[in-house]
């Protein structure tokens, strides 16, 4: 079974630049996560998906920061303008509702954004 | 609010010693408890966790964590340390569960480092 998929996982870009990321997530994933983590630090919760609904994005920067996760699969993640501050590793995770297991998250490789 | 501080940043072992990596947290109910371990450019895969029941729990590569709830810790152990054990190890806390996924909190990360 194919894992979480992200891309790009490496990313240069100026600041002020505009940047996406994109995340596939295990196939019958229903929740989907998207992490930042800073050099040095444990990964923060940015905002969850269930399904279509974000339904937890109180971390998420919204003047610059913006997420959508069409028909309730793949995810995009936009920074628009980048900023020096945003370099960071940006981690997808996807969990299955249902079961014992439904809290278990499952975590892509990340993409690495250097915002010069 | 949740939180979780692991003690020391890097942990270096001899091969063969013991491995511990120290974990605690702060939650405001019963938590559910998680290490994780990431390679180099790679994602955090589940080392193991905590939820209910049997307070000492194994995972997978040998290593095991006990929930001790008067100490608010959750160590992880293991009792001979191999080279492939050289990562970067993420203890996390959940004190909710919904019906679609959980909101992990990490502490720091703790790099393990495997002397020959």
């Known amino acids: 079974e194919a894992g979480v998929v992200q891309s790009p996982r490496y990313k240069i870009i100026e600041k002020k630049q505009p940047v996406a990321f994109w995340c596939n997530p295990i196939?019958?994933?229903?929740?989907l996560y998207w992490y930042r983590q800073n050099l040095g630090q444990g990964p923060e919760l940015l905002i969850r998906?269930?399904?279509?609904?974000?339904?937890?994005d109180s971390q998420l920067p919204k003047d610059r920061f913006s997420a959508e996760r069409l028909k309730g699969v793949d995810s995009t993640l936009k920074i628009q303008p980048a900023e020096l501050g945003d370099s960071a590793v940006y981690l997808c995770?996807?969990?299955?509702?249902?079961?014992?297991?439904?809290?278990?998250?499952?975590f892509g490789p990340g993409t690495r954004l250097t915002v010069t | 609010a949740q939180s979780v501080t692991q003690l020391g940043s890097h942990v270096s072992v001899s091969e063969g010693a013991l491995v511990l990596l120290r974990c605690n947290y702060s939650?405001?109910?019963?938590?559910?408890l998680f290490w994780y371990v990431q390679y180099p450019n790679q994602g955090l895969q589940l080392l193991l966790k905590?939820?209910?029941?049997?307070?000492l729990v194994k995972g997978i590569n040998g290593f095991e964590a006990e929930f001790k709830k008067s100490e608010t810790s959750f160590h992880l152990t293991k009792p001979s340390a191999h080279m492939s054990d050289a990562a970067e190890y993420f203890c996390?806390?959940?004190?909710?569960?919904?019906?679609?996924?959980?909101?992990?909190?990490f502490g720091a990360g703790t790099i393990l480092r495997v002397k020959s």
């Open positions: 995770a996807s969990s299955y509702a249902g079961g014992s297991d439904s809290y278990e998250q499952y």
């Open positions: 196939s019958g994933h229903n929740t």
């Open positions: 998906y269930e399904n279509e609904e974000a339904v937890d």
């Open positions: 939650s405001s109910v019963p938590p559910y």
């Open positions: 905590y939820t209910t029941g049997a307070t």
């Open positions: 996390a806390v959940s004190d909710l569960i919904e019906e679609y996924g959980n909101k992990l909190v």
